[in-house]
């Protein structure tokens, strides 16, 4: 299963070209660039282009992009206008939204990437129908204009109201919106359960998002750190290599010296929970 690194990693700092070197350097094929204006401003046009002239060159590719949940660089701490939900009813509020998103969109003019990550809605959200109906408005115009630039949208389970495999089968049924899952495990973790989440969303998955932490807190912990029985759920993964990455989005721990490095031993070690299952 190829590796891929979500710059979730170093979140709290400015992407730069050293930064990708690292994570070259640690044996990653791919990467996801997390959209926190602190991180990468999408709107900067210069750390674009800068971004863009290293992946030219590099044998790095960017897999992903996860779009963007604030409009701020404080995390949304900004205020509540900063938080990008793209179930807001409010027709005008939502119009901005969406630009916002297409901004980050436009990434893939400077690097080509094949997924954006979507979120439906923000963390424990209640199900709401007017919502639902705003996220199909949403979801139609982002779709296209992501297709228009060579780019899928995948739809990512979070603990809300409205993201658990159910409601996103639910919501495509109702919508006929054909689009595909990015198989967040942690989030899982914290809701039905690895197993009954993954065996929902398997035939639509084409991404990951791979972190550990206690089945309450979404702490985004290295595999191990957390109560995700590892050898159970890399044989779940496992069950369909060749339709996904091992994309391990983590948090950043200050006792790390060496994160990329880390999480690289991280993805091999998960790699022997594979095998353990093969031999089965």
Aim: net charge negative.
């Amino acid at each position: 299963m190829q590796h891929v690194l979500s710059t979730h990693l170093f979140v709290g700092q400015r992407l730069t070209t050293a930064g990708l070197e690292r994570i070259r350097n640690a044996g990653f094929e791919s990467v996801e660039i997390y959209c926190a204006r602190q991180h990468v401003d999408y709107q900067d046009g210069a750390q674009i282009a800068e971004l863009g002239h290293w992946f030219r060159d590099s044998p790095l590719k960017l897999h992903s992009v996860h779009s963007p949940i604030h409009n701020d660089d404080v995390w949304g701490r900004s205020g509540p206008h900063a938080v990008l939900d793209i179930t807001e009813s409010q027709k005008a509020k939502r119009i901005a939204i969406v630009d916002e998103i297409k901004r980050a969109i436009e990434i893939a003019e400077s690097v080509p990437f094949k997924y954006l990550i979507q979120h439906l809605g923000v963390v424990d959200q209640d199900y709401d129908e007017r919502r639902i109906d705003a996220a199909f408005s949403s979801l139609d115009e982002i779709r296209v204009f992501a297709g228009q630039r060579g780019v899928e949208v995948l739809l990512e389970n979070i603990p809300n109201g409205m993201s658990s495999a159910a409601k996103l089968n639910e919501f495509l049924t109702t919508t006929h919106l054909n689009l595909n899952y990015c198989f967040d495990i942690g989030h899982a973790h914290m809701t039905k359960g690895v197993a009954a989440e993954f065996e929902l969303m398997k035939e639509r998955i084409r991404s990951t998002h791979i972190h550990d932490n206690d089945g309450k807190t979404d702490s985004h912990l290295f595999p191990g750190q957390g109560t995700i029985d590892w050898k159970h759920a890399m044989g779940l993964l496992r069950s369909r290599p060749d339709q996904y990455p091992m994309l391990l989005e983590l948090k950043a721990v200050a006792a790390v010296e060496h994160p990329a490095e880390d999480a690289k031993r991280t993805a091999d070690d998960l790699d022997k929970f594979e095998s353990y299952y093969e031999q089965q």
